[in-house]
């Protein structure tokens, strides 16, 4: 019987975010995903007997995962968090507080009412202006607690009892019950890896790697590699051989993981999806037996357009690369059904996204004359926090349909190596990640040129010394660090952090101690900063209470003059499914009325089955539908997109709302903006205050 042959791989990553050599966490990521996401996919395995599928850990995140067994870690956030805020300097408090906003509003703050409360006072401040808020020392303990409790999993809610007690409290929480909490989440922290093992050696799952710290192995071996899938790209300044560190870092993956789970992986999905013929050759002569990449990758290397249906059924067939090293695997994701889970379905009723995906699968099995591999591979940890539940009612339903479903087989990717479908054997690989198919997240921007600029330069200059100095694996290890592909990531402007600034400070950091461990001056513009901005979407408050005529053009200058204005691309990545249709915002208010204003291509979206979705949080969250062809009293659609909605509609007089908006195509999501934040309105705003004299 023919057969769906579905191969989930969950990529597990975070930065290094430890300085080694003053041995302290600067951001507490690691910490909280483990909370929420580390341990909460993989349990679904014990739950769904026929249920299979990959996990990708990375070595550099498995060892600062073990550092959180431990209460006393060397974390900034997690030492502060636990002194009483009477201890707390004004610094340290400037510090804190605004890691206590790093949350989900809707799916993580929400939901726990008293934190709502405490975060609502935040209002559009911005986040890092915080600390000026003034909390009382009791209600920072309490929203220290909620914090922690948010970035609680549904199992880790149900596992550890004080979680669940201090949910059903709510409020008023005291110290001791805090360092109770953080005492009993470090105990958690020891059971993700344990269960990792269990599953696997169980045959449920499979556990992969990554090469060490995360680097892009392409670039490592030749940079110019880069020009394969973009001959136009902006070279970086790389006056020196990363080949030996490409070695190490698959290597040292291989052994650590090898130290950990008592055998050698047997497949890798390299940083990014990230692959070459020297790459596919590096891992084939190391034993790795599949490697991982993106479609459009296979695309590039076949010269195939697969997005057409006659040539679609070629990616779900048994890719077989023969290397310099030896034939290896090589499974390409499927850009769209990933995309979707990551992006999309989040906001839709998890019934309907089972559905949808299940149709999408029952597409491609009908397709195909064999029994296909549809790879589904994205990040495990960063999108669950946009669904509502951190995911479990969508995982819940998805995972009961494909238990009970008898065309669909879940499997590992060893095992789809292993399966009788059709072997395809692309001649050549094109170097490309699952970005674009290409590199230019990591290269071509000048920021991103300057930290490769930066980071040849150190490793030319130990190069020259090396034989000379004594404490040669102690810099290596920086060398090795900074080549993660994160740091390069949060360079150019294709990427939004509030944390950008951050991940700037340690990335030069690490170059830094480089120096510094070769007992030499650091140079100069290695102290200076790399990110030269710092986006946020909004761009204009509004200056008074406006009235515009909603007809769908801008009627005159002064129409839209005093109306707030907001980037909704501002936070769009290249990891996204979302289109380019809309573009600005402008928005303004009366006594009566909220006024939206999209400006975009619209004139590519002008079918009877378009709708534009604004899903507006006040005390509750409400959903307003606009027919992009259907012109009403309360929007219109021409040069561009204009909607009026009654505040009454919005509970009455709201003091502050959270936007997002969903270009939709009959019922499907086409796109989301902002991706991955909110349109922040406040009602509040004192006109007459922001006068200039």
């Not at 086409?670 to 705003?685: M, R, S």
């Amino acid at each position: 019987m023919k057969k769906l042959r579905l191969c989930f791989l969950w990529h597990m990553h975070q930065p290094y975010y430890k300085d080694d050599l003053d041995g302290t966490y600067h951001m507490p990521w690691v910490y909280l995903h483990g909370l929420k996401d580390y341990y909460e996919l993989p349990k679904y395995h014990e739950k769904f007997n026929k249920l299979k599928g990959t996990y990708n850990l990375v070595p550099s995140l498995l060892v600062q995962l073990k550092d959180y067994e431990e209460t006393d870690v060397s974390d900034t956030f997690l030492q502060l968090i636990q002194k009483h805020p009477a201890e707390l300097t004004k610094e340290e408090r400037d510090t804190l507080v605004p890691q206590l906003f790093f949350a989900n509003y809707r799916n993580m703050v929400s939901p726990l009412r008293r934190y709502k409360e405490l975060y609502d006072r935040k209002g559009d401040t911005d986040v890092y202006a915080t600390s000026s808020l003034n909390y009382s020392d009791d209600e920072l303990i309490d929203m220290s607690v909620l914090y922690l409790l948010s970035w609680c999993g549904v199992f880790t809610r149900e596992e550890v009892g004080i979680v669940d007690k201090l949910i059903k409290k709510g409020r008023h929480f005291s110290q001791v019950e805090k360092q109770e909490l953080v005492n009993a989440l470090a105990d958690f922290t020891k059971e993700i890896v344990p269960l990792y093992k269990d599953l696997q050696t169980s045959g449920k799952i499979e556990v992969s790697a990554t090469p060490f710290y995360h680097p892009i192995l392409p670039i490592l071996l030749d940079p110019k590699s880069a020009k394969e899938a973009l001959p136009q790209i902006s070279m970086a300044s790389i006056n020196t051989d990363f080949k030996a560190d490409a070695s190490y870092h698959v290597e040292s993956a291989i052994e650590y993981y090898e130290k950990e789970f008592g055998q050698k992986p047997t497949g890798m999905w390299p940083a990014e999806g990230s692959i070459s013929e020297a790459a596919a050759s590096l891992f084939a002569k190391n034993d790795i037996k599949w490697i991982s990449s993106d479609e459009d990758v296979l695309a590039g290397s076949i010269g195939l357009d697969l997005r057409d249906k006659k040539n679609r059924k070629t990616l779900y067939k048994k890719h077989v690369f023969a290397s310099d090293s030896g034939d290896i695997n090589i499974f390409f994701r499927d850009k769209e059904i990933s995309d979707l889970l990551g992006f999309t379905y989040s906001g839709w009723d998890a019934e309907k996204a089972v559905d949808d995906f299940m149709e999408k699968l029952s597409d491609i099995h009908d397709s195909c004359d064999f029994s296909p591999i549809v790879p589904v591979i994205l990040d495990g940890e960063n999108a669950w926090e946009f669904y509502p539940n951190n995911a479990y009612d969508f995982f819940s339903l998805l995972y009961q349909r494909l238990d009970t479903c008898n065309w669909i087989e879940t499997m590992t990717m060893s095992e789809a190596c292993e399966c009788d479908t059709p072997v395809h054997k692309p001649s050549k690989i094109r170097a490309g990640s699952w970005i674009y198919a290409n590199f230019t997240t990591w290269m071509g921007h000048d920021e991103k040129n300057e930290g490769w600029r930066l980071l040849a330069d150190a490793h030319r200059r130990f190069q020259k010394r090396k034989d000379s100095l004594e404490n040669t694996e102690q810099i290596e290890k920086e060398l090795h660090i900074a080549e993660g592909s994160d740091w390069f990531w949060w360079y150019g402007d294709d990427h939004f952090s509030l944390q950008a600034d951050t991940f700037d400070k340690l990335f030069r950091g690490h170059i830094a101690n480089i120096y510094e461990l070769m007992g030499e001056k650091v140079p100069a513009d290695v102290t200076r900063p790399i990110k030269r901005s710092h986006k946020t979407g909004l761009l204009k408050k509004p200056a008074d209470y406006s009235s515009p005529t909603i007809d769908g053009r801008v009627t005159s200058f002064y129409e839209w003059i005093g109306a707030g204005k907001f980037d909704l691309k501002f936070d769009a990545g290249a990891m996204t499914a979302s289109g380019n249709t809309l573009s600005m915002l402008y928005f303004c208010f009366d006594t009566e009325k909220l006024y939206l204003r999209i400006d975009g291509a619209f004139g590519n979206v002008t079918g009877m089955d378009y709708s534009l979705e604004a899903e507006i949080t006040t005390d509750e969250t409400r959903t307003f539908t606009f027919n992009i062809s259907v012109d009403s009293q309360d929007s219109c659609t021409r040069d561009i997109f204009e909607a009026a909605i009654v505040l009454a509609e919005l509970g009455g007089k709201p003091e502050t709302a959270d936007i997002i908006f969903r270009l939709k195509k009959a019922n499907t999501v086409v796109e989301v903006a902002p991706l991955y934040n909110t349109v922040q309105i406040d009602f509040l705003t004192h006109f007459e205050t922001d006068w200039i004299v």
